[in-house]
């Protein structure tokens, strides 16, 4: 079945093999078509490139024909609509012209029409003149007696107005005085009530602020109550720093038995850690019906290797007499051979059942030097050990220490068992100490903190009655101070009041007295009236004569206005004569001028009109030709839009062909990367080149391979057998190698727990750590292949990987950055 399983394997790591080949070679093959394939279509780009600027060279020249045609057709049309323009401008001059002589012709009327005007009324307006000149002196003397009559009126109106003003003056000054006294009284009478009423304010006042034995008594008892306040916070404040100090001292005494707590529990967790892996790897080993021989055995440290290389396997054999092998020995060593002088039996220093006491009075302890002397004095059935392994038999045979045997280290583990068990329960107490006493400490440390609470809330209600009570006394102290500078403002006020009432008294006494002293108003009314009827007299006598000579002066000044006027009439209408005439001769020369021009004007549309005939055939002529290159250069056109699509499906076809060699490059990187693992796992599972697995596999040569899915479908069935054969035949190979890979799993069991023992702190720091370099290490490599990948896959440019948001590796995140050819990365 070993044979079948070697030769499946064989077969299996063969097919995988050339699998592996096949798929290399395939992908090469594919490389070196798509090599020329690009090749030939870096040609076809380079062609298509070519046709594309010739064509793109020969626009221009053609471009310059169309657009000289263009330019040369666009001044020949210019010049129609000039012609055009200036047909229209012909027509217009002269509808102009013709309009115009009409219009000279009115004016030159109407200019004559005015001159004849101008005639007539120079001639009335100088009659008019003479009239007004022969009435003027008439009047002159009617107006000297009017002024004379007016100057006397004006100076009876001055001579009774100043009469009128003394009296009026007089009565203004007496009503003015008697008001002024009216206003004294009145107002002596007023200063006097408000006195009187602000003495008697101040007095009510006065005895209501008044202190009174109330007061003092109240402000006395504030006084008692604020001493008394405040020597209760300065007690609970005294009191709040002591609990506070004490509440220190508890946290720093809890702090300081917190630590030695924690060093204990977690001496005591690290030791039942390892209590309980050493038990779980015993447990593991003593799987079976019957209990081993080793279980019950002890032996002082140090000599677990001497009694593993006396007794070897048979430590795991059972007691029970039902086992298939047991220890049946007898309870004491009486009638067993001495062993050689100076020898000490093992029995010194294992504890072990009566069924092996005979066995170990028959082992020797010996240093490694005189074991080979010793050896010679044996008896049958006795041994010698050293405590390191060696082994010396009766019958000559000898066996050196290498290393440590799976017994010995079952003993070494069972030993280290019992100590951890002692060191457990000394470190349990020494934990439970810790325990108490930082609990012990956690308590003392809340009764501090329950009683500082409490004194901070003494401590703050004293506070808050002290200020109360001072707030109370400060009130009272400030209302007392005030009522005193109160009564003192009140008494000067007093005494002030008292003064100015008896001012106030004064001059009220001497205004009633100026008052009757004042003249009689009703004498001095009648004297007004009498004085403002005279003057009303004289001004209506003054305003008549006034009136009278201004009617005549106001008509002398009409006359000779009116003559001044006649005058600027005259000068106007003989201007307005000359204008005329003037006007006359310029609109008859501008009429003869626009006659003439008229005549001249007419005759323009027909020269006009024989050069638009001509100017038609050139643009017929331009328009040919603008046509012909027009169509020239749309051609060209095309043909350049035509080499550009040409030139981008070359390129496309390029870059394609280069993407394609990419992707196969990678294949092929690929497949040569399972080629080379195909061979390492031939290696290891069979330990032959890939080249000698036929043989092993014994395959025919020419003879059709099997595929792969059979081979390993047969594989699995061979090592399912393999599995199921169990452990029927003790002295078959399978079992042997089952017990091998036993003895390597409780081997490396060992090992991982002696490991796991010495590096449980430091475990997870080394994962993390291994697996940031493992990530980095392979963070580079994919980055390294994803920039040269991006490379070829673009024909230049550049990208990269970048870890983002952490420095931890195993917490980063990933941001990918690239940039075609000609782009900058940012």
Request: hydrophobic content about 45%; some cysteine; overall charge negative.
């Amino acid at each position: 079945l070993s044979g079948d399983i070697r030769r499946a394997e064989a077969a299996s790591a063969f097919l995988r093999w050339k699998e592996a080949v096949e798929a290399r070679d395939a992908a090469g093959e594919h490389l070196k078509d798509v090599a020329a394939l690009i090749e030939e279509t870096a040609r076809a780009s380079a062609n298509a490139s070519t046709a594309q600027a010739e064509a793109h060279a020969a626009l221009d020249p053609l471009r310059l024909d169309e657009a000289a045609a263009a330019a040369a057709l666009h001044r020949l049309n210019v010049a129609r609509e000039n012609l055009d323009d200036e047909a229209a401008r012909a027509e217009t001059e002269i509808r102009r012209l013709t309009q115009e002589s009409e219009r000279l012709g009115h004016d030159l009327e109407r200019e004559r029409s005015l001159q004849r005007d101008a005639e007539d009324a120079v001639d009335t307006l100088s009659r008019e003149a003479a009239g007004l000149s022969e009435r003027e002196a008439a009047e002159r003397e009617r107006i000297d007696a009017a002024r004379t009559r007016f100057d006397a009126a004006s100076e009876t109106v001055r001579a009774t107005e100043a009469a009128f003003d003394e009296r009026s003056k007089e009565s203004a000054e007496v009503d003015a005085r008697r008001r002024a006294i009216a206003a004294a009284i009145d107002m002596a009478e007023r200063r006097l009530a408000r006195a009187a009423g602000q003495i008697a304010q101040l007095s009510d006042e006065k005895a209501r602020i008044a202190p009174t034995p109330e007061q003092a008594a109240a402000l006395e008892t504030a006084t008692q109550r604020f001493s008394a306040a405040e020597d209760a916070a300065r007690a609970a404040e005294a009191a709040h720093h002591r609990a506070e100090e004490e509440r220190a001292s508890a946290e720093a005494n809890e702090q300081a038995l917190k630590a030695p707590r924690q060093k204990a529990e977690q001496s005591l967790s690290e030791l039942r850690a390892e209590r309980d892996a050493l038990k779980r790897v015993l447990s593991s080993q003593a799987d079976g019906d019957w209990a081993p021989l080793i279980q019950s055995v002890s032996v002082e440290p140090g000599f677990e290797n001497a009694l593993a290389a006396a007794l070897g396997d048979d430590l795991f054999a059972a007691l029970d007499g039902a086992a298939p092998a047991y220890w049946g020995g007898r309870a004491d060593g009486a009638g067993a051979p001495a062993l050689p002088a100076g020898v000490e039996p093992l029995s010194h220093f294992v504890s072990a059942p009566d069924a092996l006491a005979l066995r170990l009075s028959m082992i020797g302890v010996v240093d490694a030097g005189d074991g080979a002397r010793l050896a010679l004095s044996l008896a049958p059935g006795q041994r010698l050990v050293t405590r390191a392994g060696d082994l010396w038999r009766w019958d000559g045979f000898v066996s050196r220490a290498e290393a440590k045997t799976t017994a010995a280290i079952r003993l070494e583990q069972q030993n280290r068992l019992t100590k951890l068990e002692k060191d457990l329960s000394v470190a349990e107490e020494r934990a439970l100490q810790a325990i108490e006493a930082h609990r012990a400490a956690q308590e003392c440390l809340t009764r501090a903190q329950g009683v500082e609470r409490d004194a901070r809330g003494l401590f703050t209600e004293a506070r808050r009655a002290f200020d109360a009570a001072r707030a109370r006394l400060s009130d009272l102290q400030r209302e007392n101070e005030r009522a005193t500078t109160r009564l003192a403002s009140i008494a000067d006020a007093l005494a002030l009041a008292q003064t100015e009432k008896a001012d106030y008294q004064s001059e009220l006494s001497a205004a009633q007295s100026e008052r009757a002293a004042l003249p009689d108003p009703n004498v001095i009314a009648e004297a007004l009236a009498f004085a403002r009827d005279a003057a009303s007299r004289a001004r209506s006598e003054a305003t008549e004569a006034r009136a009278a000579h201004n009617d005549l002066t106001r008509e002398a000044q009409m006359r000779a206005q009116r003559i001044d006027e006649i005058a600027r009439e005259k000068s106007v209408w003989a201007t307005r004569g000359e204008t005329a005439a003037n006007r006359t001769d310029e609109i008859a020369a501008r009429l003869a001028a626009t006659v003439s021009a008229l005549e001249t004007a007419t005759g323009l549309p027909g020269e006009i009109e024989e050069k638009r005939v001509a100017l038609l055939d050139q643009i017929g002529a331009a328009e040919g030709r603008r046509r012909e290159a027009g169509d020239a250069l749309a051609l060209a056109v095309a043909h350049a839009a035509e080499t550009d699509r040409a030139a981008k499906a070359a390129d496309a076809a390029s870059a394609e062909a280069r993407e394609a060699r990419a992707r196969l490059e990678a294949q092929s990187e690929a497949a040569i990367a399972r080629v080379e693992e195909a061979a390492l796992l031939a290696q290891e599972s069979c330990n032959a080149a890939p080249e000698d697995l036929p043989a092993i596999a014994e395959f025919k040569d020419g003879a059709e391979l099997p595929t792969r899915a059979d081979i390993d479908a047969r594989l699995d069935r061979y090592k399912r057998e393999r599995e199921n054969l169990g452990g029927v035949n003790l002295r078959a190979d399978e079992e042997m190698q089952e017990v091998s890979a036993r003895l390597e799993e409780l081997t490396k069991e060992r090992e991982d727990c002696d490991g796991a023992i010495r590096k449980l702190r430091a475990a997870i720091g080394s994962l993390n750590r291994e697996a940031r370099e493992r990530l980095n290490a392979a963070f580079e490599t994919v980055n390294a292949n994803f920039s040269r990948l991006f490379t070829r896959l673009f024909n230049g440019g550049q990208a990269e990987l970048r870890l983002i948001d952490s420095e931890d590796v195993l917490e980063a995140g990933l941001e990918i950055y690239a940039s075609p050819p000609g782009k900058k990365l940012a």
